[in-house]
């Protein structure tokens, strides 16, 4: 896990967002020039390192009743991707910006040590599982990938 000085660090590398201190330590970050009433992008940032992410208008995350994402498990690339993902859904663009949005992928690996790959394409906004080069499945929601991934007695290997 992330510790709350890089996750802080990763949003403060994002010069459109304002940081502004909550209580308890904690610490939001807004997009003022959001085009809905919707400005917080990073919701609680603790010091424990857990927070969220609005997620409300981006597909394949799962997101609670606030349409925000916990991002306590996230790694750095899938922190920063999801953050220019809420960035680019509060500013009313296209879910495909003109420059790509760089998803890492997940490595996934069962008993039997073989290996799939778990992928966000952006353009499709759809979650792909690779075998090696082939296709394996898609799923319309990162939940319904990692059960599946799961049922199948798979685990994360990266993060």
Request: hydrophobic letters at 35%; glycine letters at 6%.
């Amino acid at each position: 896990m992330l510790s709350f000085e890089q996750k802080s660090a990763i949003a403060d590398s994002f010069p459109e967002l304002q940081r502004k201190p909550v209580s308890l330590g904690r610490m939001n970050y807004h997009y003022e020039q959001s085009v809905y009433d919707k400005k917080t992008v990073v919701y609680h940032l603790h010091p424990n390192g857990n927070g969220f992410v609005y997620a409300g208008h981006i597909k394949g995350y799962a997101t609670d009743d606030k349409g925000m994402v916990n991002i306590r498990d996230f790694s750095a690339d899938e922190l920063r991707t999801l953050i220019t993902q809420s960035i680019h859904s509060l500013a009313g663009k296209p879910s495909t910006p003109a420059e790509p949005i760089q998803q890492a992928a997940e490595q996934w690996m069962d008993a039997d040590k073989h290996m799939l790959t778990l992928s966000f394409e952006d353009e499709d906004q759809m979650w792909y599982v690779y075998a090696g080069l082939n296709l394996d499945t898609v799923f319309e929601t990162y939940e319904e990938a990692i059960d599946y991934l799961q049922e199948e007695g798979f685990t994360r290997v990266n993060s």
